[in-house]
């Protein structure tokens, strides 16, 4: 006998048991295959050729990194526009998305197409808020895997059809105000970048408070604006923090679960609010090492591997305008002549205490420092605004998945 059972929360029209089914019997299943990638006429067309790597936060997929020919989309498993793309192998399970037009997919990706009296929409979302509970279903294997077979017989709760499309409707309607934020964000942090490039070059000037121009800008060695910082630890109780790139400083609990700097903690550098650091590891983010600004109100430590100073005279110096010039990737160039070789065995680059603080970097005056650096904060603080927003309007659509779906 089919289980039978209500949500928490109902559009008041609607009443009765929802029932059980196993994906397969309320959908058509479809998995990818991949036309031989040796024959280069059947890649380069208009044809979306769906992988893991093009399914991302958003609802849609709409475009792919590889598309096919008319030649090469012939020979694959085509797939109804309006479907759902579903990852069942991988370090991506269970990430998915519609596609709105005809399409294929690799060999990681099932596909499903809703019976009547079924909505595509509604799986998506029942599907979404079951991730977690078929990411189990893939187990703790090398290469995560959810068969056909086990895809196929995956429980879905459903109602009447009427019922299954308002509740999608609804749920669409927050996810375009999602995506509506996301591309606020993007469209601020492509604003950001370019007002960076246009002031950081001197293509756009601020005036004094009387309208009239700053005096030119100066250059000077890192080392003759700031010094290092060698205030160790000892045995002083301060939270060690780490550097994480795109992101600043972090503490080592939040990022590694706890503080790993052991025997090494003496041996830490303090740094007090307004003091900048140099990580020099590389990453995606930052290639050449990143510099961030400590603006905790209380001190905190970070390894005595990282290069760390303050202003040699802070009544010259703002150090949020040097926060964002190294953010901006100013010192890559420079950063890139002084690596030795590659990255050590712990990671990090071969770059000299000495090399660095002789690179050279501009100089304005303070007061247009401050002026640069207040501009690109506001934007910064819409940015953190927008992201916030997100964040708000994501927890409100897992509440509503989880209290509009069985």
């Known amino acids: 006998m089919e289980i039978q059972l209500q949500p928490k929360l109902r559009f008041h029209e609607f009443n009765g048991d929802w029932k059980s089914y196993r994906l397969g019997s309320i959908s058509h299943i479809i998995t990818g295959s991949t036309p031989s990638t040796s024959n280069r006429t059947y890649y380069g067309g208009e044809y979306l050729f769906v992988s893991p790597y093009d399914i991302n936060e958003n609802k849609y997929v709409t475009q792919t990194k590889t598309t096919l020919t008319k030649k090469g989309f012939d020979k694959c498993r085509k797939v109804s526009g309006g479907s759902i793309a579903f990852v069942c192998i991988g370090s991506t399970i269970g990430k998915l998305a519609i596609v709105p037009i005809d399409y294929t997919t690799n060999q990681q990706i099932n596909s499903l197409t809703a019976f009547d009296d079924f909505s595509n929409d509604f799986i998506y979302y029942s599907l979404e808020k079951r991730q977690n509970i078929i990411k189990m ?4 294997q090398a290469v995560p895997l959810i068969n056909k077979t086990d895809f196929s017989n995956i429980k879905v709760y459903t109602t009447s059809l009427p019922e299954q499309q308002k509740i999608a409707d609804y749920l669409t309607t927050i996810d375009k105000k999602i995506e509506l934020l996301e591309e606020k964000k993007t469209e601020l942090s492509r604003y950001k970048k370019a007002m960076m490039q246009k ?17 030119e800008w100066e250059e000077k060695r890192l080392g003759e604006i700031f010094i290092e910082i060698k205030d160790k630890v000892g045995n002083k109780k301060i939270a060690t923090y780490s550097i994480s790139a795109g992101k600043g ?5 939040e990022k590694f679960g706890r503080d790993i700097s052991g025997k090494q ?4 550098i303090i740094l007090n609010k307004g ?3 140099y990580n020099k590891g590389n990453s995606k983010t930052y290639t050449y090492g990143c510099v961030y600004l400590s603006n905790f109100d209380y001190q905190i430590s970070v390894p005595n591997v990282f290069i760390s100073f303050r202003p040699l005279n802070v009544s ?22 002084l690596v030795s070789s590659s990255a050590r065995m712990d990671g990090l680059l071969n770059i000299s205490k000495d090399g660095f603080f002789k ?12 002026k640069i650096a207040d501009f690109l904060s506001a934007i910064d603080e819409s ?9 708000e309007t994501q927890n409100f659509k897992k509440a509503m998945l989880q209290q509009m779906f069985v």
């Open 383 to 391: 940015i953190t605004k927008v992201e916030q927003q997100i964040k």
């Open 316 to 337: 010259e110096v703002s150090t949020n305008f040097y926060a964002k010039l190294f953010e901006n990737h100013y010192l890559d160039r420079d950063l890139r002549k």
């Open 249 to 253: 400083f972090i503490s080592q609990e």
């Open 137 to 140: 279903i893939a187990g703790t």
């Open 275 to 277: 003091d900048l650091s």
């Open 265 to 268: 903690n003496a041996n830490y």
């Open 199 to 215: 002031l950081f070059t001197q293509e756009i000037r601020f005036k004094d408070e009387n309208g009239n121009d700053y005096p």
């Open 359 to 370: 690179i050279k970097l501009p100089f304005p005056n303070y007061h247009e420092q401050q």
